[in-house]
């Protein structure tokens, strides 16, 4: 089955911090994905990628931005954290985007303090 | 623009009891359709999803989703709950044409009661 790889379950920086996000998959996917889950808010998509070295913004794109050098790859960057995007990350890839399922990773809780 | 409305944040359900999630959505056009599911600590995990054909749709773990067009609906189905069913459900929608991102609703909590 697919795997989709976070780097960090639990991470803690300080405001200000620059902040990456690791995401790797193995199935050899084109489609990659960040989302940010928070409660009462449900999913919501900050960037997504469609191939290497393509981007577009999701709903949720300030603050954020984002990387794949490799197909397998997709980083998520903060370039300063602020407190309000403490949330937990979750990476989604998938085949393609449009009715096929996307495969999730377990998701990097992070709290900017 | 599209949108997905999940009206109850928790759902209490006796074991052995048949459990309902609701999920209704708007979107331009016709919908693809998809459910998920979020044990504790775990990433999201693919239940069923619609994309044309039998209104029915089986997943796994034995859910089913009715896609109702009328009333622009996809209830979350099981016949009889179990224990192990208690976690996050999401519903999602995608507009065949036009935008790409995938909509999620804001998450219904179940919980079976042994």
């Known amino acids: 089955d697919v795997k989709v790889t976070q780097s960090s379950r639990y991470l803690v920086k300080r405001t200000g911090e620059k902040v990456f996000l690791e995401c790797v998959q193995d199935m050899d996917h084109e489609n990659m994905f960040w989302y940010r889950q928070d409660p009462g808010l449900g999913l919501r998509l900050i960037y997504f990628?469609?191939?290497?070295?393509?981007?577009e913004k999701g709903d949720i794109p300030e603050g954020y931005s984002v990387s794949r050098e490799k197909k397998e790859r997709f980083s998520l960057i903060l370039e300063s954290a602020s407190t309000n995007q403490t949330s937990m990350y979750l990476c989604a890839s998938s085949l393609s985007y449009r009715n096929e399922k996307l495969f999730f990773g377990s998701g990097t809780q992070l709290s900017v303090l | 623009a599209q949108s997905v409305a999940q009206p109850e944040d928790q759902v209490n359900v006796a074991e052995g009891n048949p459990l309902t999630v609701k999920c209704t959505y708007s979107v331009s056009g016709n919908p693809y359709l998809f459910w998920y599911v979020q044990y504790p600590n775990r990433g999201l995990q693919f239940l069923l999803k619609y994309i044309t054909g039998d209104n029915l749709v089986k997943g796994s773990y034995g859910f089913e989703a009715e896609f109702n067009k009328s009333q622009t609906s996809f209830h979350l189905k099981k016949p009889s709950a179990l224990v192990s069913d208690s976690a996050l459900y999401f519903c999602a929608v995608r507009a065949q044409t036009g935008a790409n991102n995938l909509f999620f609703g804001t998450g219904t909590r179940l919980t079976v009661i042994p």
């Open positions: 990628s469609y191939d290497v070295k393509m981007k």
